[in-house]
């Protein structure tokens, strides 16, 4: 019998749970409007915002670095607001007897919400307190004229200096109090010196008047000597609902009080206010904001008897006796045993019970389906992850690093689950490009590093090893310049390598995608300019195996938050052997940047990548695209050229370039472009050569060298191209073979 009690109690439990979620989930504000000021919870009618409260006279403001709220109306900093009542930052009245003048009386109206009838002062919440020596203080109603209240404060010579007790406001030692009248909206306070015997009141010239929370007893707040209190005092004023009673508002509009609720009259017989009905609670100035109370929540709500179950209903309960059972004859809470066991529903329910346990049967059986379905799946999905492994150079790259002496490779072989969590499943959303060998997505592993994960399309079987190799020689590349691979991963159908993320995007981007790109400075460019060639000179003649990158372009050169440039995308690049000097490989590259030597030939050495910088270099200068959009356009590289032999070079610069740059820099990062760019491969310089004119060009800008140390020839600041003696157009000028002094900090 207890089981089947048991069983019943829990699915109420579940009722009830579901009910206990509803209610928590109903807010105290308007939908769409912040229920919260710091601490202070602002249920409506008060409101944070247009369209969050009921009239101006509810409208708050919120500080929200002070996070303290302020009732809009009439500036008053709010402490706390409840169903009727709200405590407020009140006025501290301070009143000091001027000798001179002889002054002995002073009157104030006291009402911080000047008359605003939707509030008025507690009678049960506040006091009224005077503190001073030999004074009488009065509360005086101002339509009536009359005292309605009022106390005497008296001190002897030897505590004028002392504050009162916080327990004691009795009249004597400097502090009186007494009740406040019954809901005033405005007040007279009034202050008068007493001529007593002992005359405290002439040395202690300082009196203040308050109306109180009545639990307030915080006296050291106030400074007798100047006479001025450090803030307000706390007060509760009783608030409601327009100024008609209830009967004259369920008739209009303008009714406020929600479902599930009932009007109040004010007890001033001026406004309403809105209660929620017996057995529901929450805010009755909303809609819907009286919810039911599940009193079956907890057996101290409700008077069920034992072995009874407790069903909650909107607003109340019952009590019933679960199935199989049948009420006894004295059913109530002091019954031991109110349910007695029914011989024909406890059949019933046992047959209810065969069915439930059937079918809990099924689901297993359903389940254990499932599972090892799941589990065969990952099988399948490990063996896959194995063949991919294998097929992707896996095992060669083990054996690659295995047997790396003297060289520590940095790259790490990834699993599956890093780099799916790290991309999300390489959801789309993820994705920061797509390129002709891949698509590169962000992620952040699970150390908190953000990362750049390249996808390839497709792998050709044949190049495997020369994958692996790429792989093994990249992980041990370290320069400041060259984006660092972290390592790769092998599990998939193709395979997939993880890159630093460089956050500010790509070169390209800034000069011709993003229009606020295009104001980036004279000294960043040549900054820029300076890293990559430092980079390709470190691949070209530092590394432990020479390196051709094959596709240098704005768009492969990434720039971080402070402007440095990482040069990446080594899909296409290729290492050569110490004893060789080119490799014949089919063309690759992009149009626009390709060596047009190694387009014929198909001989690719250091020098193809010196052209593509060429490129770039006039990029940085000009702002244009290598390659225009428009047809009839002819391009950057002839049109550079062009306009260095017809002395107009000046013409094609870009705006931030002729603005700021020198003329002599400007004309030597142009001259050094050119030379990148020569058709004769041997006659272009070396990337070393590149990177350390452009280093010491950037270092003479910087102030860290003096000009005369630069190549002599350039146009002073005050030329310009047309008028420049230096012959930019000739093709086997002496400069050529003139010594560097190469000073390229790598």
């Not at 089947?4 to 109420?12: E, N, R």
């Not at 999905?381 to 003297?406: E, I, T, Y």
Request: glycine fraction near 8%; hydrophobic fraction near 35%; proline fraction near 4%.
């Amino acid at each position: 019998m207890h089981r089947k009690i048991s069983s019943a109690v829990q699915f109420i439990s579940i009722v009830s749970a579901f009910s206990l979620l509803r209610e928590a989930a109903a807010s105290v504000a308007k939908p769409n409007c912040p229920d919260k000021c710091g601490n202070l919870t602002v249920p409506y009618p008060f409101g944070i915002g247009e369209g969050c409260y009921l009239s101006q006279s509810f409208e708050l403001t919120c500080n929200t670095s002070s996070y303290s709220a302020t009732l809009t109306s009439f500036e008053s900093k709010v402490y706390e607001i409840e169903q009727d009542h709200v405590v407020i930052e009140g006025q501290l009245v301070p009143f000091r007897y001027n000798k001179s003048s002889g002054q002995s009386r002073h009157t104030v109206i006291y009402s911080p919400f000047r008359g605003d009838y939707q509030f008025s002062f507690s009678h049960t919440g506040n006091k009224f307190v005077a503190i001073g020596c030999d004074i009488y203080s009065y509360i005086i109603d101002p339509i009536t004229a009359h005292i309605v209240g009022g106390c005497p404060s008296f001190c002897r010579n030897s505590s004028i200096s002392l504050l009162p007790p916080p327990s004691s406001c009795s009249g004597f030692n400097r502090c009186c109090q007494t009740t406040v009248p019954m809901e005033l909206r405005m007040m007279l306070l009034s202050v008068h010196t007493m001529n007593t015997f002992q005359k405290s009141w002439e040395s202690d010239l300082c009196s203040f008047l308050m109306i109180a929370h009545k639990d307030f007893s915080d006296f050291n707040k106030f400074n007798f000597s100047s006479c001025k209190g450090s803030d307000g005092v706390p007060t509760v004023l009783n608030w409601g609902i327009g100024n008609i009673s209830c009967h004259e508002a369920v008739e209009k509009s303008s009714y406020v009080c929600g479902e599930n609720s009932q009007c109040i009259n004010s007890s001033t017989g001026v406004g309403y206010s809105c209660r929620c009905l017996q057995g529901f609670r929450g805010n009755p100035y909303l809609h819907d904001g009286c919810q039911d109370i599940n009193e079956c929540e907890s057996p101290e709500k409700n008077k069920c008897p034992k072995d009874a179950i407790c069903v909650n209903s909107p607003g109340s309960y019952y009590c019933t006796c679960p199935p199989g059972y049948r009420r006894g004859k004295y059913f109530g809470p002091s019954s031991p045993h109110a349910c007695l066991p029914d011989g024909v529903k406890r059949k019933l329910v046992a047959f209810i019970a065969l069915g439930i346990g059937l079918a809990i049967g099924f689901l297993i059986v359903a389940l254990g389906c499932i599972w090892t379905h799941r589990h065969l799946k990952k099988v399948e999905d490990d063996r896959a992850k194995k063949r991919f492994f294998k097929r992707n150079g896996g095992l060669l790259l083990q054996q690659k690093v295995s047997s790396s002496q003297g060289n520590v490779l940095e790259a790490r072989l990834f699993i599956t689950q890093e780099l799916e969590k790290a991309t999300d499943n390489f959801n789309e959303s993820r994705i920061l490009g797509k390129g002709g060998l891949g698509t590169v997505y962000k992620g952040m592993l699970s150390d908190g590093t953000i990362v750049a994960v390249k996808k390839s399309n497709n792998i050709d079987q044949e190049v495997v090893s020369q994958f692996v190799n790429e792989v093994v020689i990249l992980s041990q590349i370290s320069h400041r310049h060259i984006v660092k691979l972290l390592g790769c991963f092998l599990e998939t159908e193709v395979p997939l390598l993880v890159y630093e993320y460089v956050s500010n995007g790509s070169l390209w981007h800034h000069l011709h995608d993003d229009p606020s790109g295009r104001m980036i400075t004279w000294d960043n460019r040549l900054c820029i300019a300076t890293g990559v060639a430092g980079a390709l000179a470190y691949l070209h003649s530092y590394a432990s195996t020479a390196i051709f990158h094959r596709d240098i372009k704005s768009s492969n050169i990434l720039l971080d938050e402070n402007y440095r440039a990482v040069v990446t995308d080594f899909g296409i690049s290729r290492s050569v052997p110490i004893d060789k000097t080119h490799l014949t490989t089919l063309v690759g590259g992009t149009f626009g940047y390709l060596d047009p030597e190694y387009f014929q030939s198909g001989q690719l050495n250091d020098k193809s990548d010196v052209y593509a910088f060429g490129v770039v270099l006039a990029e940085l200068v000009t702002g244009q695209k290598a390659v225009s959009s428009d047809k009839s356009d002819e391009g950057l590289v002839i049109k550079f050229r062009s306009a260095i032999e017809e002395n107009r070079l000046f013409e094609i610069l870009d705006r931030i370039v002729a603005d700021e740059g020198l003329d002599e820099e400007i004309l030597a990062v142009a001259k050094l472009a050119k030379r990148c760019l020569k058709l004769n491969a041997r006659k272009r310089p070396s990337m070393k050569e590149t990177a350390a004119e452009l280093d010491q060009l950037r270092r003479i800008r910087e102030g860290s060298i003096g000009k005369e140390s630069f190549q002599s020839g350039y146009c002073s600041v005050s030329e310009r191209a047309h008028s420049c003696n230096v012959d930019l157009t000739t093709e086997d000028g002496p400069e050529e073979d003139a010594p560097l002094d190469v000073c390229c900090r790598i």
